[in-house]
């Protein structure tokens, strides 16, 4: 019904490319998030689909139309601002029917939508406040029931968790995540959290300097980065990157530790490269790590903790590089205590030092 | 215990003394527009008297009656000269307005090459007296036949107005987050709708005090209405106050009569319209 396609979709403003002949598929009822760092394109691309920029080069479909020359009241979508951009001066019954009303819908039809989106998030007993007397939670679902009232092809959310405090976040995430798994329509979303874009997508796409690097499920993004940026870009704590070249078949560290080359990874002797291991897959010896048996061991100092209950975070220093490691079921460690520590090699990733490709076949 | 005491009695102090500088500074503010409105109703032996007498010991209407009174007895066309100004301001104030919307709306919404230096400009020429503008647009307006219609008035306060309108309403769409009216627009309305069902409603208040400021400056400018106007056709209340004046005689206390007059509507416009100046209207609609 509603796919979005876009292709060869540029962006310039004046002779400064934004947006670099991006291509993407979104299939109907998708949740597709854009993630990447501040000024990556997300959201000019998402504000090009809406209608609010126009395109400089390239389609971009919403269904079987293309909507490049269509005004955003005929595209058919709802989008959720980062700041809501609620109506001030209407109640929020007159916010959640103000489309309906443009549309000139009968007025016991408008009077149904509205009773609808307002049960569906519970704003029912709000419908006669102002924006003004709601707070950010509160204001949240009235953009978003907005949004679902008229039934749309696509919803459009540009960081709308962005200005809530963080136990706020993780609620109206999951709220999200059900109003889609309700409603079933498309949504684009836009957010720089990668722990968003995990959380909700089906598939995420990530961008970086008006191109887009990688699209995958949140899996796939994990745990096959297409290059050191999305590598360290997705999951938390960031990937650790030791730079390291590769001697008679093993990585050698800057600072002559020898590390068995993983598995799968493919590179030619003597080239430069960074060796990628997340915090999850180096533990200190006998701390329960899942038992694999491609094992490499190295001594490390213990710089810092940062104990966060179930587990704690190690922080270390590798051949010059600061290292962030896990411990399972922590156990008070000294600052400057040398732990052994082991890394599953199977899981870990080896990037170009030039380019940044993964060298995974 | 004690200590909470003497900090109460500081406190309180503190309040009376904000209350009586307040006071003073009110006063210093209000006594000349008081004097004006207790000399309309004082005969004017009491107005001369030297030195002052403060408290009033006759209070009558004659100075009013006079005044709407026949030509011999000291009377003035006040309903015309009342009907001239308020021609003459209102439409000067709407059109200022009008203007003002479009102008401020574009400097804040849109992105204009030179904009800056349209903008300084459009302040400068505020900076020029506008009595110095007197003689040449006398000489203008003569040779285009405009001096002393409603007409001419009216183009010489609207230029002198749409400077500030413009400045001041840009200030307040400036304030409206550009994201309202996309909003709208993804909401399903026009570029045109979206401004009229939304961002004016919410910079509604802004313009409404846009406009009183337009109004009254129009509405209490002399310098170049004395100029410009020469009868009954277009003199305003100001230019009125000089019906007053003869060769040896100022009669003071009808001067102040025809001066509380417009007062009044000036008043009554501000109270009228003060209801739509509290600010935060706009807040509450985005983040906060």
Redesign the interface.
Known sequence: MADVVLRDVVKSYGALPVVHAINLDIAHGEFVVLVGPSGCGKSTTLRMIAGLEDISGGTVKIGDRVVNDLPPRDRNISMVFQNYALYPHMTVRENLGFSLHIAKRPKDEIVKAVAQAAEILSLTPLLDRKPGQLSGGQRQRVAMGRAIVRHPDVFLFDEPLSNLDAKLRTQMRVEIKRLHQKVGTTIIYVTHDQIEAMTLADRIVIMRDGHIVQIGTPLEVFERPVNAFVATFIGSPPMNLLPATVTDGALRLSDGTAIPLPPGLTARDGQAVQFGVRADNIMPEGHAMPPTSHMAFVDMPVTLTEPLGTETLLFGTLAGTEVQAKMLNPRPVRTGEVLRFGIALDKCHLFDAETGASLRV | MDQGRSHRIRRRLLSLAHFIGLFLAMSLICLPGLWVVLNSFRPTVEIMAKPPVWIPTELNLDHYRAMFGGIGEGGVPVLTYFLNSLVISLTSTVIALLVGMAGGYAFARYRIPGKGAIFVTLMVTRAVPGVALSLPLFILFGRLGIIDTHFGMILVYVALNVPSTIWLIDGFFRQV?K??A?????????RW?AFW??EF??ARAGIASAGIFAFLTSWNEYALASQLTRSLNSKTMPVGLMDFTSQFTLNWGGMCALAVLMIIPALLLTFLVQKHLIA????????G
């Open positions: 987050p994201e309202l996309e909003a709208a627009e993804i909401d399903g309305c026009t709708q069902k939304v409603p919410v935060g209207l706009t807040f509450g609609g985005v983040k």
